[in-house]
């Protein structure tokens, strides 16, 4: 049971540059989440999915573009990288959203610089 | 949206003595709490969570205390070791959405 993977691990982009980072995970949960985390700021939600089928906007999508590919998998697309989404990206899943205890299972993060 | 603080960017305790980390929140509509430790290079691990019917919750040698009067919420390590060395994050729920609110985060360091 590997809970919640990410690829890639880290990733140098040139500004303009298109990419995917790829998220499963392995515990039958059905709602997924994109954080972003920038030095001395809490977690940030870009895109979430709270069901398979279904996307919705975070407090910071703009730039960003997801696919809810099954139940397992939830992609985070970036088609013209910035150096503003130079940040680490943390994928989540939680058996289901928008209920209250539901705890929020983390990956180990995708680390992504845009020069 | 929510606002969500901690009260000390860092903390620095000695081997064995007991952590307090403290966390504020702003609305009274939050229904679930939780605690998170991340350290470096890897991501949020889930700590220990409190519902808001509670106001008190133990786990192993963690301790995470609720006061909806003040909307503030601690995590206490006893016996604090040098694998508690970690940012902390609370992340606050409201009672309608999908989003958990986190905290900046606090840096405990323990010092030997």
């Known amino acids: 049971n590997a809970g919640v993977t990410q690829t890639p691990k880290f990733q140098v982009l040139k500004t303009g540059q298109s990419m995917t980072l790829q998220c499963a995970q392995d515990m039958n949960h059905n709602s997924m989440y994109w954080y972003r985390q920038d030095p001395g700021m809490g977690l940030r939600l870009i895109y979430y999915?709270?069901?398979?089928?279904?996307?919705d906007k975070g407090e910071v999508p703009n730039g960003y573009n997801v696919s809810r590919l099954n139940k397992r998998e939830f992609s985070l697309r970036l088609e013209s990288a910035a150096p503003s989404q130079t940040s680490v990206y943390f994928c989540a899943s939680s058996l289901v959203a928008g209920a209250s205890q539901e705890t929020q299972y983390f990956g180990p993060g995708t680390r992504l610089l845009v020069l | 949206g929510e606002s969500v603080g901690l009260h000390l960017p860092t903390l620095s305790v000695q081997e064995g003595d007991n952590s307090i980390i403290n966390c504020a929140y702003s609305?009274?509509?939050?229904?679930?709490f939780i605690w998170y430790k991340q350290e470096s290079g890897k991501g949020p691990q889930f700590i220990i969570d409190?519902?808001?019917?509670?106001d008190k919750r133990q786990g192993q040698r963690v301790t995470v205390l609720l006061n909806k009067t003040v909307k503030h919420l601690s995590l206490q390590i006893a016996a604090t070791q040098p694998g508690d060395s970690a940012v902390y994050f609370c992340a606050v729920h409201e009672n309608s959405g999908y989003a958990l609110n986190f905290g900046k985060g606090t840096s405990l360091l323990v010092t030997p």
């Open positions: 609305n009274s509509a939050s229904d679930y």
């Open positions: 409190i519902r808001s019917n509670m």
């Open positions: 999915s709270a069901s398979e089928g279904t996307t």
